[in-house]
């Protein structure tokens, strides 16, 4: 689904859930796993989806990225839903870096077994990184959910990629009636 001008949810819906992190109760909206795909001369992927549904959202990127390939893999958050499918991303694409905090490659060790060492980008505040066409500037977020958090804003089109801040529950095909 596009977004906006070289910006594409590939994001899945989860209606299988019924309580988010084992206490929030989600049955009735269920919930969205959100990871975007921003593509430049360079293609980002932002953020990758819980372990149950890695395999529709690699069949959501493939199709977002009409034979492209990813050369950047931003996690702004270690929170399973958010990264469960780095290893299944970092296997698929070896050509791939993965871009995030200092502290979530500490994380991504004790996960899985490996840093990427090799092919790792720190991000660390104001950290810019030049897609040709889009722009990302990280920010900081430490703590607005867990210690290892960033943002990024995308210049070119005015786009804030938030990690949790700012989110809800729910899937993004159930209507609220908020």
Do not use: C
């Not at 796993?33 to 959202?57: C, H, I, L, P, R």
């Not at 505040?125 to 990280?138: S, Y």
């Amino acid at each position: 689904m596009q977004i906006t001008e070289g910006i594409a949810y590939v994001g899945v819906n989860d209606h299988d859930i019924d309580l988010f992190e084992g206490q929030y109760d989600v049955r009735q909206n269920g919930m969205s796993y959100n990871s975007y795909v921003v593509v430049g001369q360079k293609v980002a992927v932002m953020d990758t989806v819980d372990g149950y549904f890695v395999g529709e959202w690699l069949g959501n990127l493939d199709a977002a990225l009409a034979g492209r390939t990813p050369d950047y893999l931003v996690v702004h958050h270690m929170e399973p839903d958010h990264s469960a499918g780095i290893a299944a991303f970092m296997e698929r694409y070896p050509a791939a870096q993965v871009v995030a905090s200092a502290p979530a490659f500490k994380m991504m060790k004790a996960y899985f077994g490996t840093d990427f060492a090799d092919r790792r980008v720190i991000a660390k505040e104001g950290f810019e990184l030049d897609l040709g066409g889009h722009e990302l500037t990280f920010v900081g977020a430490a703590n607005v959910h867990w210690p290892e958090v960033l943002f990024s804003y995308e210049s070119t089109t005015k786009t804030l990629f938030s990690a949790d801040g700012f989110g809800k529950f729910g899937a993004l095909d159930v209507e609220d009636p908020e």
